[in-house]
């Protein structure tokens, strides 16, 4: 483990599709830590593929979570495209006893990403350069 088991401020974040489960935390630093995939398959529920994370770290759990699913987010039940995993928000956070819990679409999670890439992180795709276009800023 990167980091101190009495380190209260990690934070739980996972990629949840179809396919696959991906979980890690993250600390204050925004340092990703102990990243495990689960694959989807292999558990009958959401809320298994989380236990078996949650087993291996240990102790003390994270107290707040983000999930970007794989899914159309309407209301509090939220169902995993291409897989037979459905859960609600409401019940996993009272589960957990997360304090905060978001649950957001993956594509809008990559969107809200975007602004935070390093230049290192970017690769041009094509040919010639792009022109510049004014930045925006996120409220």
Not at 9 to 21: E, F, K, S
Not at 26 to 40: I, P, Q, R, T, Y
Not at 69 to 98: C, E, H, K, M
Request: charged share 20%; hydrophobic share 45%; with cysteine.
């Amino acid at each position: 483990m990167t980091y101190s088991r009495t380190d209260s401020a990690v934070d739980l974040v996972a990629d949840i599709g179809g396919t696959n489960a991906r979980f890690c935390l993250v600390d204050a630093d925004k340092k990703l830590l102990d990243e495990m995939s689960f694959a989807v398959a292999e558990y009958a529920a959401f809320e298994d593929a989380l236990d078996a994370y949650l087993v291996k770290l240990g102790s003390p759990r994270p107290r707040r979570a983000a999930l970007a699913v794989a899914s159309p987010l309407t209301g509090d039940l939220v169902q995993i495209t291409n897989s037979g995993w459905s859960f609600s928000a409401g019940q996993v956070q009272r589960r957990y006893g997360f304090e905060r819990l978001l649950v957001l679409n993956d594509f809008s999670a990559l969107a809200h990403a975007l602004p935070f890439l390093a230049g290192a992180h970017l690769h041009r795709v094509g040919g010639a350069a792009g022109k510049p276009r004014p930045t925006h800023r996120w409220a």
